[in-house]
């Protein structure tokens, strides 16, 4: 983990994970088809005081998942934005282009699966395993 974070500190790139068990996964389900949301972009950002700061990136794969965003979990508040302004199978201009979930990280032990499930006029979203 410390060579990833220098190697991106000193290229100044943005780090997207492979597949692997961490802390912090998601899903995109499109319950209108039944079907996983593919190539969807997913940030994953930390509360740092009053702000917001990226830590990982990922695109949802043909199943939907972000198995992993290369981080290890802390305390703190977390946030999954989804940009879904350019998923087709919500038809046209999805009623909700990004949607953003922040959520609280008390428990290292525990893995967060934190899926989303999508529709053209709404979502939800629950703490998964």
Known sequence: MIRTTLLVALLGATFTAPAMAEGISTHVLNIATGHGGQDIP?????????????????????NGRVEGFGIETEDADYRLTFKLSDYA???????FPEISIVF????????HHVPVLVSPFGYSTYLGN
């Open 89 to 95: 199978a919500l038809g046209g201009e999805p009623l």
């Open 42 to 62: 997913v940030t994953l950002d930390v509360r740092e005081g009053d702000a917001w700061v990226e830590i990982g990136r990922g695109v949802t794969g043909a």
């Open 104 to 111: 609280d990280v008390s428990d290292m032990d525990r893995h």
